[in-house]
């Protein structure tokens, strides 16, 4: 990792850049792939798999056999790791859920919201070099939760742990397409793909292009997510070897991932760069790991203030605070999309296990956006109940604003019940 000591402020912007490719670009290619989805639907969805993948798709549908053998293709331990991840997982989701408050803002006027399920929402599991399986429970059970009528999965991948998964979360409509035209099929439907009313999941940034273009055209995401990344805080109590494999553990994503190690003592981050260097060596996923750290950095800071405003401005996925007093420390921190506190807290805790979710906001938009939850998948709708009573207490302000707006249909609604 390069090693950059005392920045200005005026150097951050600079220093903190994602390594991503220019957006617009990469919807100029995407755009027509998703025009191909929207106008020949599944004949294009088989001319991509054809040419991107290299797979003659004789049926788009992950067929029931593949899905009801995959339980007997799994160890006994992963199965049991798995479960014990969806029990997490769904704990930490089913606390989110809130019951209707009915609140009477004045004698007669009765208002409240309802929790409803999205009817119809799409889940993205990516192929690529590792089965994501662990993204399947991630939304699949706030959707089950939620109550969500139908969920859609696209996949490339027949990884059994991905179908596994799936079905533990009640998920069984799974199609074997990938990439931008199956986020096509999804905002559009096909013959074979049912149309969603919101996308999920994580994808490179053709994938992201895609999804930000369907919202533009009315159908919901969860966020505009790109390549993963991880900031760690870390002091002289932090161990270097733990800092150095949280940060290989998200290095080793993919070439366009980036970590980024923040700390007060020098001393500290020479030491995480040797156990970088030792870990490196006998990690299976080195060539993408040593790539990710080509475009990341490690910054010294003189004082706790900077380092905080450094990791504010920088709005990380995943911030790791690897320092004494963490938990008080992460009150100072406003963007971030998830915190993880203290030495014994991996990254890769709240990726797999611990409960939380882990589809967050990348490339700063942790700034604006949270992490999936069960928000994520249920609508809010607002109710209201006004007696007689109260249209006669409530009904003169209706009618003096209404008036006021030059709006007198209006007016004249609440008139007549008077």
């Given amino acids: 990792m390069k090693i950059i000591k005392y920045p200005k402020q005026s150097d951050y912007k600079a220093l903190l850049t994602r390594p991503t490719q220019d957006i617009a670009v990469i919807e100029q290619r995407v755009a027509p792939i998703l025009y191909r989805v929207k106008t020949e639907g599944d004949i294009a969805l088989r001319d991509f798999a054809l040419s991107f993948d290299k797979v003659h798709?004789?049926?788009?549908?992950?067929p029931s056999t593949a899905i009801e053998e995959a339980a007997s293709l799994l160890s006994e331990d992963l199965k049991q790791a798995i479960h014990q991840a969806y029990k997490n997982i769904h704990?930490?989701?089913?606390?989110?859920?809130s019951t209707p408050e009915k609140i009477e803002t004045m004698s007669g006027v009765t208002c409240w919201r309802k929790t409803v399920g999205i009817d119809k929402v799409g889940v993205y599991i990516p192929g690529g070099t590792a089965p994501l399986f662990s993204t399947v429970l991630m939304l699949g059970i706030p959707a089950q939760i939620a109550g969500c009528?139908?969920?859609?999965?696209?996949?490339?991948?027949?990884?059994?742990?991905?179908?596994?998964?799936?079905?533990?979360?009640?998920?069984?409509?799974?199609?074997?397409?990938?990439?931008?035209?199956?986020?096509?099929?999804m905002a559009y439907g096909t013959e074979t793909v049912p149309q969603v009313y919101k996308i999920f999941g994580p994808g490179n940034q053709?994938?992201?292009?895609?999804?930000?273009?369907?919202?533009?055209?009315?159908?919901?995401?969860?966020?505009?997510?790109g390549p993963s990344e991880v900031a760690v805080y870390a002091d002289d109590s932090a161990n270097p070897a733990f800092v150095a494999a949280d940060l290989l553990s998200q290095a080793e994503h993919g070439v366009d991932s980036q970590v980024l190690l923040v700390s007060t003592s020098e001393k500290m981050i020479e030491a995480v760069n040797e156990e970088l260097e030792t870990q490196l060596a006998v990690l299976p996923r080195a060539e993408f790991a040593s790539k990710a750290l080509e475009n990341s950095q490690a910054i010294l800071v003189e004082n706790q203030q900077i380092a905080l405003a450094l990791l504010n401005d920088y709005?990380?996925?995943?911030?790791?605070?690897?320092?004494?007093?963490a938990e008080e420390v992460s009150e100072k921190i406003y963007q971030a999309g998830s915190i993880f506190l203290g030495n014994y807290t991996p990254e890769s805790a709240g990726d797999y296990a611990s409960g939380t979710n882990?589809?967050?906001?990348?490339?700063?938009?942790?700034?604006?956006?949270?992490?999936?939850?069960?928000?994520?998948?249920?609508?809010k709708i607002t109710?209201?109940?006004?007696?007689?009573?109260?249209?006669?207490?409530l009904g003169k302000t209706i009618i003096e604003m209404?008036?006021?707006?030059?709006?007198?249909a209006h007016a004249n609604a609440v008139k007549i019940r008077m």
């Fill in 402 to 408: 209404a008036e006021a707006e030059s709006l007198d």
């Fill in 149 to 185: 009528r139908e969920v859609v999965l696209c996949t490339p991948s027949n990884h059994p742990a991905i179908l596994y998964a799936a079905s533990l979360c009640g998920i069984t409509k799974i199609y074997r397409i990938g990439g931008a035209q199956a986020i096509a099929a």
């Fill in 315 to 325: 709005a990380a996925e995943h911030l790791i605070l690897s320092i004494e007093n």
């Fill in 206 to 225: 053709y994938v992201t292009a895609a999804k930000m273009l369907v919202n533009k055209e009315g159908i919901a995401i969860d966020m505009p997510a």
């Fill in 358 to 379: 882990h589809t967050l906001p990348t490339n700063g938009y942790a700034r604006a956006y949270s992490g999936v939850s069960l928000d994520s998948f249920v609508k």
């Fill in 57 to 62: 798709l004789e049926s788009i549908e992950m």
């Fill in 91 to 97: 704990k930490f989701h089913e606390a989110q859920k």
């Fill in 383 to 393: 109710v209201q109940h006004i007696t007689k009573e109260g249209i006669q207490n």
